[in-house]
DNA sequence: GTCTATAAGATGATAGAC
DNA sequence: GTCTATCATCTTATAGAC
């Protein structure tokens, strides 16, 4: 694996669990074996290497939504996929999502790191916005928003509270605009 | 206004935009105009300063809500309220809910800050489980766990996106649970 | 690519004067 | 109560050897 992914994989466990700035180069490169000069061959600063987190978490995620849609599923069928992706991480290894630990933080990010966070939103409000659209439901896109906004939500207070009843409780919320 | 008392207020305003780790005790003395040193004579400690100023902000939070439900008002009124709560900071200041920002933060926390943490969601939980079972709702609790996580995330979506919308479609969305 | 060494600045915290 | 002065440690980042 090359060093910059297995650099990524330590900067993004330990972020979703502490958040951005408790999170170090130092941090990193302990945690990898290294030293934390040679991070910056990587990533030559925080920033970038905080783009090319949100960028790649993105992408994963858009990637694993897409490999398990197959084709013409049903509307409910296609958001329990959507569900079940935020569901994993939290219930194995409690790791809340990225963009809801950043999103959180925004005040002290640098405004490339806060855009691509709201791509990530926006991209999960579009693909919502098609599944709510296809189900015949008026306002998709307001059933998506609040879907987004729910379920980053019940990854924290999950978290906070040692409850996953919190974020299936949450789920059953969301999945209730199609029932 | 005692001296503590506008401590919290300045560490209240700038950890709710930036995240408890991006906030030093030199930011908020000199948002004050005083010396870092002189913070510690009001809280030893950044973990006595958090702790207080979660249970402050709870406090707050709960005579807010005591003060404006009169009596026996109708539970989608009293629900109303409660989302208005929420809204307030983040439509007026663009600042979330202080526990979000630091559930989110979680794993960087010393674990006194987020038992309070923790104390301010199973609070809002407990106000929004009476609301639903005075309506008569089945499982209210589970409601109630539903509507904190997505007003919570509501506000950390809404505001990375700068779009008030997210969270008034999320609180339509809390609502329905009672229409 | 990774290392050592180092820089300039920030951090939480303390001692002691006023 | 607030200050100056100071501490040990951590931060991001760079220069240059290997």
Redesign the interface.
Known sequence: MPTAQTILDSAEAQMR??????VSYRNIADALGMKSASLHYHFASKTDLGVALVRRYAENFRAAYDAQIQGNSAPLATLDIFIALHRQALAEQEL?CL???L??????LPEAI?DE??AF??GNINILTQIFNNAGRPKP???A??????????M??????G?M???D??A???R??LL
Chains 1, 2 share one sequence.
Not at 145 to 154: D, H, I, N, T, Y
Not at 156 to 161: E, H, K, S, Y
């Open positions: 669990a502490r958040g951005y700035n408790d809340i963009c809801a630990v999103g959180a933080e925004r005040g002290s806060n966070v709201r939103f926006i896109e307001r059933a928003k609040a879907s987004v906004s729910a379920l980053e939500g019940a924290i207070v999950a978290g906070v509270n409850d009843d919190v974020f409780a949450t059953e919320l969301v209730t605009q």
